[in-house]
């Protein structure tokens, strides 16, 4: 079969979720994927990033690196990982914002039958990281989208990195993720819904 086409929408602020965005780019590009990484953008008011140390130097240079997500991104995409770090135990206004956008496709039904996927990270142990993922899975539930958790499906698993529902850090505060064996879980993340992907659209 062709290529499973692969889309991860993500928010990053400090560059933390970018890196878990790209292990788990990496997992889906060794199972022959079409990949494309796309940053959500700020909406906030320069005054207000300018509060955060760094965050429109970060903001950026990831935007250079990464153009927006767009629904036609969607409506190419046969699965889509999306991926935020928590805020107050849900996902980024940034990313909510991008699937609201989503709803005139929605209304169509076009996304039904793709394949669906979270990740996310957070500063502390239990700062929210498996109730924003699992939060994600509502939205994902409406758009038609066939949920596929990482599971305990690859050894990754049992190392005490991410969770059964997506990959997930814990970066700290300042951030310093993520550890190795987050960005394995992030890899098999990225395999696995290749795989469902593969199987699916064959």
């Known amino acids: 079969m062709a290529a499973p086409k692969i889309l991860i929408p993500f928010y990053s602020r400090t560059g933390t979720i970018e890196r878990l965005a790209n292990a788990v780019a990496e997992g889906a590009k060794a199972e022959g994927a079409d990949v494309k990484l796309r940053r959500v953008r700020e909406f906030v008011s320069a005054e207000v990033m300018a509060q955060a140390q760094g965050w429109k130097e970060q903001a950026d240079a990831m935007n250079v690196k990464y153009e927006a997500p767009t629904p036609d991104d969607a409506v190419w995409a046969d699965a889509i990982i999306f991926g935020t770090p928590t805020r107050f135990g849900g996902p980024s206004a940034e990313l909510k914002a991008y699937i609201d956008g989503l709803g005139g496709l929605w209304a169509k039904g076009s996304l039904n039958g793709k394949v669906g996927s979270a990740f996310g990270g957070s500063a502390t142990p239990h700062g929210g990281n498996e109730s924003t993922i699992l939060s994600l899975y509502n939205p994902m539930a409406h758009l038609g989208l066939i949920i596929v958790p990482t ?46 992907a593969k199987k699916l659209f064959a």
Request: charged content about 15%; overall charge neutral; hydrophobic content about 35%.
């Open 151 to 196: 599971g305990y499906a690859d050894p990754a698993m049992f190392k005490g990195a991410g969770t059964p529902y997506g990959a997930s850090v814990v970066s700290g505060n300042p951030p310093a993720g993520p550890t190795p064996d987050e960005l394995d879980v992030a890899r098999h993340q990225g395999r696995r819904v290749a795989q469902i």
